[in-house]
Nanobody, 116 residues
Framework: VQLQASGGGLVQAGGSLRLSCAAS??????????MGWYRQAPGKQRELVAK???????HYSDFVKGRFTISRDIRKSTVYLEMTGLNSEDTAVYYC?????????WGQGTQVTVSS
């Protein structure tokens, strides 16, 4: 399984970005697997942002509820993270994540920087 994340960049506070995570090697994980986004800010631990569970339900961490939306395009084997209302606390490296057969897979990370 390989995950390719993209879409990060520099944005002003209040702005929006859409991150993409293209999965290859296992289309089934996009259809019915656990896939999601974590982030890690400098000096902080990696934390969950949003994810699809195996039953296709979505889960969001409290700090992004109402601002971020996770979605997927099965035909493209891609999971997206639409981020709106960005603030400086959202500045971090964002990582795409999945788990298949008990093994964790991570994308390479994409930097999101929010300027105030």
């Amino acid at each position: 399984v390989q995950l390719q994340a993209s879409g990060g960049g520099l944005v002003q506070a209040g702005g929006s970005l859409r991150l993409s995570c293209a999965a290859s090697g296992s289309r089934s994980i996009v259809v019915r697997g656990v896939m999601g986004w974590y982030r890690q800010a400098p000096g902080k631990q990696r934390e969950l942002v949003a994810k699809f569970s195996a039953d296709s339900s979505t889960h969001y961490s409290d700090f992004v509820k109402g601002r971020f939306t996770i979605s997927r395009d099965i035909r493209k084997s891609t999971v997206y993270l639409e981020m709106t209302g960005l603030n400086s606390e959202d500045t971090a490296v964002y990582y795409c994540y999945t788990n298949k057969a008990g093994v964790d897979y991570w994308g390479q990370g994409t930097q999101v920087t929010v300027s105030s």
